[in-house]
């Protein structure tokens, strides 16, 4: 027969691990958020990211 003995600490240690893990879990999928909101102000889409158009009057004016 083996020597075993039950180690009294691992089933909190496994809760308090699992416990970790959500909170990483939820952190990560907040600053996952944080990413793609960032994304998408500082890089929008090429269809959003046209030049707004000129008037060339104004352009005209300024050269006389």
Same mark, same amino acid.
């Given at each position: 027969? %083996?020597?075993?003995?039950?180690?009294?600490g691992?089933?909190?240690?496994?809760?308090? $691990?699992? %416990?970790? *893990?959500?909170? %990483? /879990?939820?952190?990560?999928?907040?600053?996952?958020?944080?990413?793609? @909101?960032? /994304?998408? $102000? @500082?890089?929008? &889409?090429?269809?959003?990211? *046209? &030049?707004? &158009? *000129?008037?060339?009057s104004? @352009? /005209?004016?300024? $050269?006389?």
């Open positions: 027969m %083996l020597n075993w003995r039950r180690d009294p691992y089933e909190q240690r496994m809760k308090q $691990l699992a %416990l970790e *893990t959500e909170q %990483l /879990d939820r952190e990560n999928a907040r600053l996952e958020n944080l990413l793609s @909101c960032v /994304d998408r $102000l @500082c890089f929008p &889409p090429e269809s959003n990211s *046209t &030049p707004p &158009p *000129t008037i060339e104004d @352009c /005209d004016s300024s $050269l006389r």
